[in-house]
């Protein structure tokens, strides 16, 4: 069965605000998670990241506007985006580390993720 489903993405005005959710198998423990974007023709990049002491890291061009947060209890990962600009624009996926290893690998096919458009 697939252990990562995000969702939440979808058609949003810029300056607007959405929040991602992943939802992750309670079978996978979240060592790290992570939210990763790719835009047609770009590379896919890291967005943000957040250890289990809730230590956080960012892409430089959404700090101050994006928040990484998990959640022990349901086991998912969020991704609070504030803001928003049409760079932001992308197909959003998250990840997870284990403590041994990436569910999706860098090389990896990681589907369609959730796509956020964000509108002028």
């Known amino acids: 069965q697939v252990q990562l489903v995000e969702s939440g993405g979808g058609l949003v005005q810029a300056g607007g605000s959405r929040r991602l959710s992943c939802t992750v198998s309670?079978?996978?423990?979240?060592?790290?998670g992570a939210w990763f974007r790719q835009s047609p023709g770009k590379q896919r990049e890291l967005v943000a990241a957040?250890?289990?002491?809730?230590?956080?890291n960012f892409l430089d061009s959404v700090k101050g506007r994006f928040t990484i947060s998990r959640d022990g209890d349901n086991n998912m990962l969020y991704l609070q985006m504030n803001s928003l600009k049409p760079e932001d624009t992308a197909a959003y996926y998250c990840?997870?580390?284990?403590?041994?290893?990436?569910?999706?690998?860098?090389?990896?096919?990681w589907g369609r993720g959730t796509e956020v458009t964000v509108s002028l």
């Open positions: 957040i250890t289990t002491a809730g230590n956080t």
């Open positions: 309670k079978t996978i423990s979240i060592n790290v």
């Open positions: 990840n997870v580390y284990d403590g041994d290893k990436w569910y999706r690998s860098t090389s990896g096919d």
